[in-house]
């Protein structure tokens, strides 16, 4: 019920910038917390920003600085905005949101959705 599209992804230059954008789309869905995760070729997928609907904001120690995540509950989209990349942040990014059915209590296990990914290529 709940769709994820990405964009934003590419090969940029070490100490460049991008923009990374995720719109979620569908229907009976309560979004509570969006965010950006990241696997890396032969590593596990780890969290790099998530930002609750209050306004809370978790960054990676790695990207603390660097990167700024941001949404729009209105339009339920997030993004991040990423700057002065480096070679070990490439990897694919997956956006990540959590929320729960609109008929579910607030209490009960939340649900996560994930997008496709968007491959992001830092050169040294």
């Known amino acids: 019920q709940v769709q994820l599209v990405e964009s934003g992804g590419g090969l940029v230059q070490a100490g460049g910038s991008l923009r990374l954008s995720c719109a979620a789309s569908g229907s009976s869905f309560i979004i509570n917390t969006m965010g950006w995760y990241r696997q890396a070729p032969g590593k596990q997928r780890e969290l790099v920003a998530t930002?609750?609907?209050?306004?809370?904001?978790n960054y990676a120690d790695s990207v603390k600085g660097r990167f700024t995540i941001s949404r729009d509950n209105a339009k339920n989209t997030v993004d991040l905005q990423m700057t002065s990349l480096k070679p070990n942040d490439t990897a694919v990014y997956y956006c990540?949101?959590?929320?729960?059915?609109?008929?579910?209590?607030?209490?009960?296990?939340?649900?996560?959705?994930w997008g496709q990914g968007t491959q992001v290529t830092v050169s040294s």
């Open positions: 990540n949101v959590v929320g729960r059915k609109t008929w579910e209590s607030r209490f009960v296990t939340p649900r996560t959705h």
């Open positions: 930002i609750a609907r209050t306004g809370t904001i």
